[in-house]
């Protein structure tokens, strides 16, 4: 299947007609156990926790969209995030951006921050990180491909070169351009996450997450703690993403279409400061973006002309934004990062990365753009 586009792919790979009785949808085995013929001889199926074919399926899937051999769906991004962390012997040194979504900054610094020694940067400055690197000596580095909320680039061909040369871990979250737009292994990242909550699922229906490798060893351990820890997925979550990952190519081009017109509408504006997109050449990482990535995707940072109370203002005035936490839905979603999704970094640290009482994040859905566009036009009127 590797010759296959991913559009093909996400429809085809781990979506095979039933072997059995012919079904052109895989069936949902809703099981936690498995016969057996005689004491260990079984199908490949003992037991849910460790197996089970619809969380197979998925997997299989997955792997394909980021042209990885492995693949491990897990009951969440941030299950996911730690089954990587458990793989690092204790006093393992960490270089992380300092940007990265809030609860994976929460479970850095106040849940592994005993076990492992971890130091935020700056990842989009390859200068600044490369000399922070060759210092601070990190066994992993972790990467957003876009970050959150502030959306910087990080050029993770460079960085890849540095950590191979030293045979350390890189890690990209990838979960805000989606594989549609990027794929990390193939610019030398050595595991790749995805909180399948987002662009992948799509539906704002689930939770899950995946881990995509090609690494045969760290895949064996990984699938040894998640098989130990328990955060698997259930096999209804799993076939729900089977079912919601076939559109992620044309939800994705339209979050796109729709994300940078209303970006390009927004920075016209006078009642906006500022406007944060990967497609604007006033991002600072413009050609890094058009290097990188084969999309935008459908995230927008925007700064109110304003403070708190105009900004309020504006995410109460909205009609068709749902003010809510997550993204990567068909329906757009507001969120005021410093009260909601990054409330749990620290006041100094927030402001510092430009998370202001003035600052929104925009998760752009597929709805018809002039809708989109009139919902924020009447609400930034009222401000
Ligand atoms: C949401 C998110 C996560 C965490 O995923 P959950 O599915 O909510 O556990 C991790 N990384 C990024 C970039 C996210 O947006």
């Known amino acids: 299947m590797k010759k296959y586009n991913i559009s093909t792919k996400i429809i085809h790979v781990g979506n095979e007609p039933d072997l059995i009785n012919g079904s052109i949808i895989p069936a949902i085995y809703q099981t936690s156990t498995y016969v057996q013929n005689e004491p260990g001889k079984h199908k490949g199926y003992e037991y849910t926790r460790s197996h089970n074919p619809t969380r197979t399926r998925l997997e299989n899937c997955l792997a394909s969209t980021e042209n990885a051999d492995y693949c491990i769906v897990t009951s969440s991004g941030m299950s996911s995030i730690s089954l990587i962390l458990e793989t690092l012997p204790n006093g393992s040194k960490l270089l992380c951006g300092n940007d990265v979504y809030g609860g994976t900054y929460r479970l850095f610094n106040s849940v592994y921050n005993k076990k492992i020694k971890i130091k935020h940067i700056d990842t989009s400055n390859l200068k600044e990180f490369t000399r922070c690197y060759k210092e601070y000596k990190p066994d992993m580095v972790w990467l957003e491909s876009l970050s959150n909320p502030t959306l910087k680039i990080s050029d993770v061909n460079s960085i890849s070169k540095l950590t191979k040369k030293d045979k350390k871990i890189l890690v990209v979250d990838n979960t805000f351009m989606s594989p549609c737009f990027f794929t990390p292994i193939s610019l030398g990242a050595d595991i790749v996450i995805h909180s399948l909550t987002k662009y992948i699922n799509g539906h704002s229906d689930i939770v899950g997450g995946a881990i995509m490798l090609n690494n045969k060893k760290i895949y064996d351990k990984l ?10 997925q259930s096999p209804f979550d799993s076939w729900l993403v089977l079912r919601g990952i076939k559109t992620l190519s044309i939800r994705m081009e339209q979050h796109q279409k729709n994300a940078h017109e209303i970006a390009d509408f927004l920075e016209r504006n006078s009642k906006i400061l500022k406007v944060i997109y990967p497609g604007l050449n006033s991002h600072p990482q413009f050609e890094l973006a058009k290097k990188q990535f084969c999309g935008f995707s459908g995230m ?36 005021h990062p410093a009260i909601m999704t990054h409330a749990s970094i620290p006041i100094d640290d927030r402001q510092k990365i430009g998370i202001t009482d003035n600052f929104v994040r925009l998760s752009v859905g597929i709805e018809y753009l002039p809708d989109l566009l009139n919902d924020i036009n009447e609400a930034l009127s009222k401000i």
Do not use: D, H, R
């Open 223 to 232: 699938w040894y703690l998640q098989n130990s820890i328990g955060p698997t």
């Open 300 to 335: 927008i940072g925007v700064y109110i002309n304003g403070g708190m109370k105009e900004t309020k203002l504006f995410l109460k005035s909205l009609k068709l934004f749902a003010l809510a936490e997550s993204l990567g839905g068909v329906e757009s979603l507001i969120e």
